[in-house]
């Protein structure tokens, strides 16, 4: 088994609507996750970390089930600006092995 | 710009040539990583400097890959006899003491293996 798993899409989103991406990942040691976005041909960027209780910014919301091993992330009112790769991500702490990335999933918002 | 900065941005080489790529990270932070991404897929894990140490190195780094943080600041990522399948982006990232799981990318160094 994979040790991140996302579905690479690409998802086609009408422009305003909502949308949301899971994945799930296989280490139960992992520490910390996050969703990075990353545009075409650029570096990835922090979007947001990931939390038990979730976590909500703005638009996005975040949550983890550690007891299903899952983290998703939801986008409402969808902007065209959203259009980009969403990757899931973990941390196992202690600096080793940096972070796990997942493939990523591939979001399409249309107008 | 204060940012991490990574140099060339893009390489084309010839397979079995020599090259290397430089990371300058964000001045503060003591923590250095390299990463590895093919197309369709999420950056993968190459090695990590705590200051000048190597302290943890991927099985993706083959005998033919080596880097260096000679002074703790800056980083080098050097591919000897390059291979078609070293075609990917480079990216380094850096995060601040204790903070491993707060990095910050670099643009990346995009090589391309002909």
């Known amino acids: 088994r994979k040790e991140v798993e996302q579905d690479p899409g690409p998802f086609n989103v009408p422009e305003g609507a909502t949308v949301a991406f899971n994945c799930t990942y296989s280490?139960?040691?992992?520490?910390?996750f996050f969703w990075y976005r990353q545009d075409c041909r650029k570096e990835p960027k922090l979007l947001m970390s990931v939390y038990s209780s979730g976590n909500e910014d703005g638009r996005f919301t975040a949550q983890l089930n550690r007891a299903s091993q899952y983290i998703s992330l939801l986008i409402r009112d969808s902007k065209l600006s959203d259009s980009a790769t969403y990757l899931c991500?973990?941390?196992?702490?202690?600096?080793?092995?940096?972070?796990?990335f997942g493939k990523g999933t591939h979001l399409i918002i249309q107008p | 710009d204060t940012g991490v900065s990574q140099n060339p941005r893009h390489k084309i080489t010839k397979r079995g040539q020599n090259v290397t790529f430089r990371c300058d990270p964000i001045?503060?932070?003591?923590?250095l990583y390299w990463y590895r991404q093919t197309l369709g897929q999420g950056p993968e894990f190459l090695t990590y400097f705590q200051n000048e140490a190597q302290l943890e190195k991927s099985r993706l780094l083959s005998d033919r890959f080596s880097a260096e943080r000679p002074k703790g600041s800056f980083s080098t990522l050097e591919i000897q006899r390059t291979e078609q399948g070293d075609s990917a982006m480079y990216l380094c990232a850096s995060s601040p003491r204790d903070r491993g799981d707060t990095q910050y990318f670099g643009p990346g160094t995009r090589l391309t293996v002909l």
């Open positions: 991500v973990w941390y196992s702490g202690g600096g080793a092995d940096g972070l796990t």
């Open positions: 280490n139960s040691a992992s520490q910390s």
């Open positions: 001045s503060e932070h003591n923590r």
